[in-house]
């Protein structure tokens, strides 16, 4: 079982920037494939960035290609997001997701294996 625990979310103006990271429980962290993900209200699920479990590899979807940099501390059990150049679209809860199989960085929402909780990110415009 693995747990992961979103923080660093909150309300910024467009233009802005935030941080947010996702803590891993278990001593496998360096084993998991890690992805962001965002909801928005109404809308579906969609996939933001991934890291392969090295980090070695990223991938990101295009509307934040440029803007969000995924990255990984394995010694701290820990994925970051860091988003810049924020837009009232980017507004949307956003999940971290561990995929226990896969060893490449990928956007299939439905073969990452644990979630988070979620924490909330608000642009203003």
């Known amino acids: 079982q693995v747990q992961l625990v979103e923080s660093g979310g909150g309300l910024v103006q467009a233009g802005g920037s935030l941080r947010l990271s996702c803590a891993a429980s278990?001593?496998?962290?360096?084993?998991?494939?890690m992805g962001w993900f965002r909801q928005a209200p109404g809308k579906e699920r969609e996939f933001v960035a991934g890291?392969?479990?090295?980090?070695?590899?990223?991938t990101y979807a295009d509307s934040v290609k440029g803007r969000f940099t995924i990255s990984r501390d394995n010694a701290k059990n820990t994925v970051y997001l860091q988003m810049a150049s924020l837009e009232p679209e980017d507004t949307a809860v956003y999940y971290c997701?561990?995929?226990?199989?896969?060893?490449?960085?990928?956007?299939?929402?439905?073969?990452?294996?644990?979630w988070g909780q979620g924490t909330q990110v608000t642009v203003s415009s």
């Open positions: 997701a561990a995929d226990i199989h896969t060893i490449v960085a990928h956007p299939r929402g439905y073969d990452y294996d644990y």
């Open positions: 278990g001593r496998t962290f360096s084993r998991y494939t």
């Open positions: 890291i392969s479990r090295s980090g070695g590899s990223t």
